[in-house]
């Protein structure tokens, strides 16, 4: 087996069958371990590692045995939670985009918007699964593996950046309702998928002049892709990230006030009023990242920490399904969209069905004349259909047969 790096430790050639040992780290995350044990990783008979290392024995200097390390089943398990969940997200994501991009009725700025955002989910996951793949099954150089790591990072802050996107947008809507017009989508083209680039240029080229020496000790091989590992210029990118959610909880809680205040004036009921706030709220936590913050913070030790990344995995990796249900699949706009065209498509196809039958009968001079001796009732001309997407689109949340 070649060398390889598994994202704490960079294991050396060892030949075919053979266990290899190496000490564990002496420090992760500002937690000390016990550099006498030993973690090991198997080296197949047919020249390949094995997919996991056990660290079990590693463990906490302090208090040991009340540390609690994920065993291998667990790994297995929360990987294919992240693999289904990808999985999913993926084709539902795929369908939504296919729907906004084929009915010309839903074109719109709200709907554009929602488009880009499906589309760094997309990209996004599929780059996380092809990732994953390549770790385990193939060997890649580090040429090869940095491009892959700084595309996966870029495509991940788009993702964000799209986020804030979403929330600039229903500000301007709800909020400041009178200079919505101010911010074209050539704008929000420029801060979705612009914004990133310029934050990984600066965070590329300070990786590259920063050390890659790693916190345990150890100097890591200059043939192994040293990215993959924690490094100081992270927090560009984290402090990117964590910025962008943290505009969106203020985006958040002006909307939910204003939609509040709105719902308050009207003549509803009061358990209607607090049943359409919840209902918003649920809908926007999705299409902002609320639910990255909720996983930010969770407890790193004992049984709660394991049940803490079952769920982290769970919600990570439906993040982009649910944006697909609650702004394609379960929104009203689209469903009448689809639904009326999907009514055309069967009136048209019983009309041509009678033509054809009527034509062989009495064989009428032309197509207009075979239609109007067949049809049983006077055709309507055809005039082209409403945009149901408007501009003047508000929140659907507010009332009963309105959507986002």
Excluded at 99 to 117: G, Q, S, W
Excluded at 341 to 354: C, F, M, P, Q, V
Excluded at 376 to 404: C, F, L
Aim: hydrophobic fraction near 45%; charged fraction near 15%; glycine fraction near 4%.
């Amino acid at each position: 087996c070649t060398y390889t790096w598994d994202g704490l430790l960079c294991w050396p050639n060892t030949p075919p069958g053979i266990t290899a040992y190496l000490p564990c780290l002496a420090d992760l995350n500002g937690v000390k371990y016990d550099t006498s044990q030993y973690a090991s990783r198997l080296c197949y008979a047919n020249g390949t590692w094995a997919n996991y290392t056990d660290y079990n024995s590693c463990l906490e200097l302090q208090n040991p045995v009340e540390r609690v390390l994920p065993t291998q089943e667990d790994i297995i398990i929360q990987t294919m939670i992240y693999l289904t969940g990808y999985g999913l997200s993926l084709a539902a994501l795929c369908i939504a985009v296919w729907i906004f991009l084929y009915y010309k009725d839903l074109r719109c700025l709200r709907n554009t918007i929602h488009t880009n955002l499906m589309c760094t989910y997309i990209l996004a996951d599929f780059m996380w699964i092809f990732n994953f793949i390549l770790q385990i099954y193939l060997q890649t150089d580090v040429a090869s593996c940095i491009i892959l790591f700084i595309l996966l990072h870029y495509l991940v802050l788009t993702n964000y950046f799209w986020m804030f996107v979403e929330g600039l947008y229903l500000y301007m809507l709800v909020v400041e309702t009178f200079t919505r017009e101010n911010i074209k989508l050539r704008a929000y083209l420029a801060i979705g998928w612009g914004t990133p680039l310029i934050v990984i240029v600066v965070w590329g080229l300070a990786r590259a002049f920063t050390s890659t020496e790693y916190e345990h000790g150890s100097i890591v091989d200059n043939k192994v892709c040293s990215w993959i590992t924690f490094n100081p210029s992270d927090w560009i990118l984290n402090a990117s990230s964590i910025i962008v959610l943290a505009v969106n909880v203020i985006f958040l809680v002006m909307i939910m006030w204003v939609l509040i205040t709105k719902l308050r004036s009207s003549n509803n009921v009061e358990t209607q009023q607090y049943r359409k706030a919840t209902k918003a709220l649920l809908v926007l936590i999705p299409l902002l990242g609320i639910t990255y913050i909720l996983l930010i913070m969770g407890p790193s030790e004992g049984t709660y920490a394991n049940m803490f990344s079952y769920i982290r995995a769970f919600l990570l990796s439906t993040q982009g399904l649910m944006v697909a249900l609650f702004y394609c699949f379960l929104n009203s706009e689209v469903q009448n969209t689809v639904r009326h065209h999907i009514t055309r498509w069967k009136e048209s196809r019983n009309l041509g069905a009678r033509r054809y039958t009527c034509s062989k009968d009495w064989s009428p001079n032309t197509r207009t004349e075979s239609v109007r001796l067949c049809s049983k009732h006077d055709v309507m001309p055809y005039t082209k259909r409403e945009s149901t997407a408007s501009e003047n689109t508000t929140m659907t949340i507010v009332g009963e047969n309105t959507v986002i």
